[in-house]
């Protein structure tokens, strides 16, 4: 599997937008980058998933890089709701990779008032 | 149109013990996965099932089993309990077939905590 790279932990005031970076240099050309995050004692919830193109949903947007080596993503007014674990996972495209899902350690989000 | 749920919410069990966890699948769901979540980790894939058949398994032993029923929940299995078991068990539901679907969004449950003592 393709790895991803994520900062440890990232903090926000509330209603200020966030960008939450991650880098996957080794990514393929069939691997589709996905966000999941994982609010305290919850399980992981699905944010957003993109190719090439940079996505917005109701949750969020996601921009990706031209090279596809990096990607990020925005959100647009952080709460306190949004205070969670973020995972950056890639998933190849061709398959779906089965329904693993292979999650690195994620960024921490703290969002203060 | 219910969620994923898990039972129990927790668990205590000692060194050497089985047990049996369970997960009801997002109605309409065919395929079910199973996570540990150790600590300040992310999830770890365990295996998942489809049709009833195990079909894609993660770096786990084989005391690590499971079952997934026509009605498509399912069981993890857990025999000769160690004290690394301790952990977070999570199980996703998704519709998507052997492969997974291309790109199908998998829907989690609240867990079960399990401790080793």
């Known amino acids: 599997d393709a790895k991803t790279t994520q900062p440890n932990s990232m903090e926000s005031n509330e209603e200020e937008p966030v960008h939450l970076p991650c880098n996957h240099s080794t990514i393929s050309g069939t691997d589709y980058i996905h966000w999941y995050r994982q609010l305290p004692s919850q399980g992981p919830e699905y944010v957003i998933h993109?190719?090439?193109s940079n996505v917005n949903n109701r949750m969020a947007s996601l921009a990706i890089a031209e090279d596809r080596k990096s990607s990020t993503l925005i959100l647009h007014r952080a709460t306190l709701r949004d205070a969670a674990v973020y995972y950056c996972?890639?998933?190849?495209?061709?398959?779906?990779?089965?329904?693993?899902?292979?999650f690195g350690t994620g960024t921490q989000l703290k969002v203060e008032l | 149109e219910t969620g994923v749920t898990q039972s129990p919410t927790h668990l205590i069990k000692t060194r050497g013990q089985q047990v049996t966890l369970r997960c009801s699948s997002q109605?309409?769901?065919?395929?079910v996965s199973w996570y540990q979540q150790a600590l300040g980790q992310g999830p770890q894939f365990i295996f998942q099932?489809?049709?009833?058949?195990?079909?894609g398994r993660g770096n786990f032993p084989p005391r690590f089993s499971g079952l997934q029923f026509p009605n498509y929940s399912s069981e993890l299995n857990v025999n000769a309990l160690e004290l690394d078991d301790s952990a977070l068990y999570l199980c996703a539901s998704s519709l998507g077939g052997a492969s997974g679907g291309r790109n199908n969004e998998q829907f989690f449950g609240p867990g079960t905590r399990l401790t080793v003592l």
């Open positions: 099932y489809y049709r009833e058949e195990e079909n």
């Open positions: 996972i890639l998933r190849d495209g061709l398959t779906g990779g089965g329904n693993k899902l292979t």
């Open positions: 993109g190719l090439t």
């Open positions: 109605s309409g769901h065919n395929t």
